[in-house]
DNA sequence: TTGAAAGCGCTAACAC
DNA sequence: GTGTTAGCGCTTTCAA
């Protein structure tokens, strides 16, 4: 019927190798490579041929010795915080679709947690391993910055300016403010702001800084008090859990502010589900907006600022690519549009006790 | 002050190399790879020169190399339909902190739709790239069974069955029952279920046809009629819209049941969305039940029976690594438990009219 | 316990 | 256009 596909004199490895496939097609292995490749410097006639023969022999180029010879990988390596929040997983999603469709693989970290994040910028699981590096809001420390930049390879961030490097982000100062605006336009006076954990020194997200500087600057402009210590709570754990928490001891404390501004929805979330319970009216009593539009807040009616994360992420992975061209593109700063999505969480305050 | 730790004389390429570490130990690169990779046949003082030396010039084994002359490549790949939806993202998170912990790098593939799983398949970009594979509910055809079969390496599926592979999961068919149960309890009699999307021959996921299967089971039981056309209402999109388009048509339809039962808990979030929107009391005048507890079910007070996602997906990854070890287990079927949650979405079916 | 030597499978100069 | 020749940086027999 057909010829079998493995010589039976091959040395029979698991796989066919580029000199099988060149013994088949009679030409030499790097003529093979050049074809595959798309060289251009192949006869259409050869090429042919070699394709064929690779398609016979069920050929698959070994990324390792390739790597090894070329010195590139073919792997960018992403690194987030969580995979888990909705967040990250739409940033991932945006990236690696990107990086798939270029012919990229895309190695996957998630750091987790604090200690997590410390061993692995200690251990550096991604030296030699990818071409370039992708991170997503990840406030790094000096020391890690420098553990990255030792990597000597193209780097973006997404959501985190750092020097000299290129960075995908939104204007987190002005979304906080736009949020502001929103309730000083409804006639709230008395705005809270609900911020991400900290955990010590920081393993919160690159944005939480600017969108506290947002929220204080847009309260200050209006000329609210600011820069007490009440006009920034912050939950003390990540999430919505952590926003729950949050408004739980806000409830339980002597003052309730008609609005709170909420770092990112999952926080407002949270601070729904504890408003609900407790039986406060949203927002008859107490209006709440977010940032993010997060794929649940339509269904908790949650007003919010909106940013297009995929497309961030997919930006961002845009950018790295072009960086691993020829004639690579100087770092640039690429900030995304946002817009606020009113929904039911916002109202006038009430006037009166 | 300090040596420096790049030898002047040394081929100085990017990275020190294991000849490098070998002539400033003072012993051979053979040596230098045993003891680094921590055999028992080297001497506890040349082990320690050659850690001293590799420290010294911050040596980083090549992976590639490595890769080549060994055989394995210290990848898993990790198969996913979307990574953005919780169920995937938390089973990425427990599978991937596994893997990372045994030292191990993980591949991230992500579907996302028919067209990409198609051409996924038939690129197998995971050939020669990962020493095993975890798919995460991935129904698969015959012929993609077959792909995935050529790579000629470990398989593990979470949540979904396959001949002889070992696959982690919870019992679908049994999840579906309780939820079903637990409306019956309630003294319903009007049940319909909401089932996911199926886009044509199905990518919907591998965990669909046995929920359906318990639905039906649970209702004939109980003898009530089943196997009907409208006993199972199927989404026309995935999640949260999937799930309000559903409960949308069914509320434009006819008949309203007084309680359904959600393939899982976005499809269910997505219904009550509706119907709070549609000002239908919720349990008042339909009850409404989840699968998985996705961590937003908490806040719509979504009844739901609840899988322990980031578990499954870490056993997976441990049973994996089993496999990859000397004496490799044969294949198993691990089934976790799962339970009921209560929540406020589920109550007595209104008497009368 | 250690070293020498032979690859692993590919790419990149350099010839022709 | 195509082939030849060296490696890329490891691991792994096989000897010693």
């Not at 947002?214 to 919505?240: E, K, L, P, S």
């Not at 949203?282 to 940013?307: A, C, N």
Request: glycine share 10%; charged share 20%.
């Amino acid at each position: 019927m057909s010829t079998n596909p493995v010589p039976p004199g091959s040395r029979r490895s698991r796989h066919a190798s580029i000199v099988d496939v060149a013994a088949l097609a009679g030409v030499s292995a790097a003529t093979v490579s050049r074809s595959l490749r798309g060289h251009s410097n192949v006869s259409p006639a050869t090429r042919q041929r070699v394709v064929e023969a690779a398609r016979e022999l069920a050929y698959v180029i070994s990324p390792q010795a390739s790597g090894l010879a070329s010195g590139r990988t073919g792997t960018i390596g992403i690194v987030v915080p969580f995979i888990t929040r909705w967040f990250f997983a739409n940033a991932v999603a945006g990236a690696s679709t990107v990086l798939h469709e270029a012919g990229y693989d895309v190695l996957l970290h998630h750091l987790g947690s604090a200690s997590a994040r410390d061993s692995f910028f200690e251990r550096m699981p991604l030296a030699r391993r990818v071409d370039a590096v992708l991170t997503v809001s990840l406030p790094l420390s000096e020391e890690h910055t420098l553990a990255l930049r030792a990597l000597d390879m193209p780097l973006v961030t997404m959501g985190a300016r750092m020097d000299g490097l290129t960075c995908v982000r939104i204007d987190d100062v002005s979304v906080a403010s736009s949020a502001v605006y929103h309730l000083l336009h409804q006639g709230h006076e008395d705005i809270v702001m609900l911020a991400g954990f900290d955990e010590d020194k920081g393993f919160g997200f690159a944005s939480s800084e600017d969108r506290r500087t947002g929220f204080r600057q847009a309260m200050a402009a209006a000329g609210m008090r600011t820069g007490t210590d009440q006009d920034v709570i912050v939950a003390r754990a990540y999430g919505i859990e952590g926003g729950a928490q949050a408004m739980d001891e806000l409830l339980a404390g002597p003052r309730l502010p008609t609005a709170i501004v909420a770092e990112y929805d999952e926080l407002a979330i949270g601070a729904l589900r504890s408003l609900r319970r407790a039986g406060i009216p949203v927002p008859g009593r107490i209006s709440v907006v977010g940032i993010d539009d997060h794929e649940m807040s339509s269904v908790v009616e949650l007003t919010t600022v909106r940013q297009p994360v995929q497309e961030e992420g997919a930006t961002a992975a845009q950018l790295l690519l072009d960086t691993l061209g020829e004639r690579p593109p100087g770092p640039t700063d690429v900030v995304l549009p946002t817009r606020l999505v009113v929904r039911g969480s916002t109202g006038s305050p009430r006037t009166g006790p």
